[in-house]
Each structure stands twice: as C-alpha cells, then as structure tokens.
C-alpha cells in the first residue's frame, strides 16, 4: 500500500471510530490544561517523556503542545538525540477524541565512520525533523491519558507510537 493510500485508510478508519465513540463517551467533568506522558515509538522514533499544554478552542476542539525528551537512537552508525515538539488538534468534546497535528523534532547527530578512509571519521550535526500525527485519544476522568497514533517522519520513514501518561 502506498502512503497516501494508507494516510487516507488510517484517517478515515480514525474519523469513523470517533464518530462512534462520541456517542457513548461522557463529558469531561474537568477540563485537564496539562498532561505528562510516557510514549513508545512516535515522533522520536523510539521513546520519549513528554510535558504536555492544553488550550481549549471555540466548539470545544482544543490545541495540545508539548515539549519531550527522546531516548537516543541510533540510525545507521548515527547516534541521534531528539526533542520533539508536538501540536495537535483534539477534535470533539469527549474522553475519546480524534487526533490530528505535526511535529517539529530538532536534533542532535553524532556519528563514527571507518567507511571513507582507515582511519577513523567523526562528527556531529543538527537537523530538524518533522513529522505528523493521525490518531486517537483518551482522556479518562481521573487523569489517565491513553494516545495511539500513526507518527510517519516525513523526510526518513513511517513509524507509528503508544503513549499512556496522567493529565493534572
């Protein structure tokens, strides 16, 4: 499947779980301004801790941004260190929404190389590396928060994460 087709496919499936499950999900009886989550995968690739900020928006929809920490990967002999900013669109009024929004990951690279000569090369460099966000989100009314998402790096490959946290 090409990646628009499976953008597409992934939205659409998201969309049609909402719309179902708004429905039958109550109301927030308190409105949660921030939130810290734990996420596997997403948009640091392989873990990260991330602060989140919530802003409520007209018609109830509210803006998410959030600053985190990525563990360090390492991508073909790169070790590389992340700190993804994330802005999401929450759509709807209710514990389980859709959720929709991109990221901006600055970061830092660090590599060794035998590859070019005999003797050893090394070197760092900064880049950064965005990415968007199709997904679902629950928000329960103690807290817990429950985030699954599909998190393709738009310049390196597709990638998908699972964030489970507490809102305050």
């Given at each position: 499947m090409k990646l628009p087709q499976l953008l597409s496919a992934l939205f659409f499936v998201t969309v049609v779980f909402f719309s179902a499950t708004k429905s039958q999900a109550q109301e927030l009886p308190v409105f949660r301004k921030n939130a810290v989550y734990a996420e596997l995968g997403g948009t640091a690739l392989k873990a990260s801790i991330s602060y989140e900020r919530l802003k409520l928006l007209k018609k109830g929809n509210t803006l998410a941004m959030s600053i985190g920490v990525?563990?360090?990967?390492?991508?073909?002999?790169?070790?590389?260190?992340?700190?993804?900013?994330?802005?999401?669109?929450?759509?709807?009024?209710?514990?389980?929404?859709?959720?929709?929004?991109?990221s901006i990951n600055p970061a830092y690279h660090t590599y060794t190389s035998f590859k070019s000569t005999p003797e050893e090369t090394s070197g760092q460099y900064y880049t950064a590396m965005p990415s968007i966000r199709i997904g679902y989100r629950y928000t329960g009314p103690k807290g817990l928060v429950f985030r699954a998402g599909y998190t393709p790096m738009l310049v390196m490959?597709?990638?998908?994460?699972?964030?489970?946290?507490?809102?305050f």
């Open positions: 990525g563990a360090p990967v390492t991508i073909e002999g790169t070790r590389v260190y992340m700190v993804p900013v994330q802005f999401n669109w929450l759509l709807g009024k209710s514990a389980s929404r859709a959720e929709l929004g991109f490959f597709p990638w998908a994460g699972v964030s489970l946290g507490y809102s």
